[in-house]
């Protein structure tokens, strides 16, 4: 039925050479591993390594108070941001202004944290206003690195 030949012993590997590719390939393996895809190269454990950020404020928000940081930036400037809430959450609005004009990124309502990046679409101040709507103090943790000249809490 099936005319297929048979492999001679002779043409087999020897068990010690089976050995030495089995641990140069387990090698090759764990170099790939640890180069390519170990967790401190992804971008989530970049942002997140707390000796990597610029700038860290916190504030405590009694409830129904209100509060705004500014950064400095220029027009196409990138800042990285993080920022988290214990003991309750918040609404917030991530906006921008200078002189004539203002813009707002990004909105969102019984929010306990919130990460990423803000492009300063014209130069300005640009930041995030949080108020507290709860019945509790809150803490809010806001952490900055990128691109801007200073980072200001506006009373």
Request: aromatic letters at 8%; hydrophobic letters at 35%; proline letters at 3%.
């Amino acid at each position: 039925m099936y005319h297929s030949e048979t492999t001679l012993r002779a043409e087999l590997p020897s068990s010690r050479k089976l050995m030495r590719s089995t641990i140069l390939a387990a090698l090759s393996a764990a170099v790939i591993l640890v180069t390519v895809a170990s967790p401190e190269t992804t971008p989530v454990a970049a942002a997140t390594q707390q000796t990597s950020w610029r700038d860290e404020m916190r504030f405590i928000l009694k409830p129904g108070e209100g509060m705004e940081v500014k950064l400095r930036m220029k027009e196409g400037e990138k800042t990285v941001f993080a920022w988290t809430v214990e003991g309750g959450t918040v609404n917030y609005d991530t906006q921008g202004d200078s002189i004539m004009r203002s813009i707002s990124y990004e909105k969102g309502r019984a929010a306990s944290s919130d990460d990423g990046d803000l492009v300063a679409a014209f130069t300005g101040k640009h930041g995030w206003f949080w108020r507290n709507r709860g019945d509790a103090d809150v803490k809010l943790v806001l952490r900055t690195r990128g691109d801007y000249s200073d980072i200001k809490r506006v009373k």
